[in-house]
């Protein structure tokens, strides 16, 4: 299984930018695609998670009303919309997928939110 993460880059404040994440190498229904992120010197924390069949979602508190995660079922991915950058949103964001009690990770794709 292999987890890839894309879409990180320079934005100003009140910007946007969407992350991706596909998943390859699995095939089952059931699973979770996550977004987690990291900035120096803090622990890594959940952003936001959709689950598969149900696509139902969760959001950190932060996030909600800015940030919309969805899934592409055909390519097993995730996508992370995110608006209304702030500078604290600035992170290393990372892709988790969660099948059959098992968790892969991407390496990361990093957002910096800075005039």
């Known amino acids: 299984v292999q987890v890839v993460e894309s879409g990180g880059g320079l934005v100003q404040p009140g910007g946007s930018l969407r992350l991706s994440c596909v998943a390859t190498g699995f095939t089952f229904g059931r699973y979770a695609m996550s977004w987690f992120r990291q900035a120096p010197g803090k622990e890594r924390e959940l952003v936001a998670r959709?689950?598969?069949?149900?696509?139902?979602?969760d959001y950190q508190e932060s996030v909600k009303g800015r940030f919309t995660i969805s899934r592409e079922i055909r390519r097993n991915a995730a996508h992370l919309q995110m608006t209304s950058l702030k500078p604290e949103d600035s992170a290393m964001y990372y892709c988790?997928?969660?099948?059959?009690?098992?968790?892969?990770w991407g390496q990361g794709t990093q957002v910096t939110v800075s005039s």
């Open positions: 959709i689950t598969s069949p149900d696509a139902s979602t």
């Open positions: 988790k997928l969660s099948v059959l009690s098992r968790e892969y």
